[in-house]
């Protein structure tokens, strides 16, 4: 895990992309996330990143079934590369776009919290929620150092026949 935050209830998914984007130490080149990142702030800040990052990020982002496309007076990357992902959608379909963009992916970060809960448990112990971030930091952080310390390192090997 290269990146996490815990919020109240109250907060959005989409509304955490800066704060988890702020953290990552590295250019991001693909952003995956579920229809919940499918808001305009979210594409535009992909779009246009904040400094650090070099170029725009590509959003692997289903739109909401009812998109439709979107038009502008100016020319906006964000506007434009939405609305291709919904002309595309609209094209050959979900399922084939899912395929093509490799949205899968997006499954490997779920894996992450399904490890999160499973070995370090459904719930958080801290009442207050400077607590309970710092408890998830703390989770995550264990987490990354078991994976570290467990991963066999593999070698190609061939076979003499």
């Known amino acids: 895990m290269v990146a996490q935050t815990l919020t109240e209830a109250k907060y959005d998914d989409a509304s955490q992309a800066k704060p988890l984007m702020e953290q990552t130490p590295v250019d ?78 997006r499954s490997l970060a779920e894996t992450g919290v399904a490890r999160y809960k499973r070995i370090i448990g459904p719930k958080l112990r801290a009442r207050a929620l400077p607590q309970q971030q710092s408890e998830a930091r703390l989770g995550c952080s264990i987490l990354n150092r078991m994976i570290h310390l467990g991963k066999p390192e593999t070698y190609t090997v061939e076979i003499a026949r």
């Open 28 to 105: 991001i080149g693909r952003f995956y996330g579920d229809g919940g990142y499918d808001r305009w702030k979210v594409q535009r800040l992909l779009a246009y990143p904040p400094a650090a990052q070099a170029a725009p990020i590509e959003a692997v982002i289903p739109p909401q079934k009812n998109a439709t496309t979107r038009k502008a007076k100016r020319r906006y990357r964000h506007i434009e590369a939405r609305n291709q992902r919904v002309e595309a959608i609209e094209g050959m379909g979900r399922k084939r776009w899912e395929k093509q963009v490799e949205y899968s992916r």
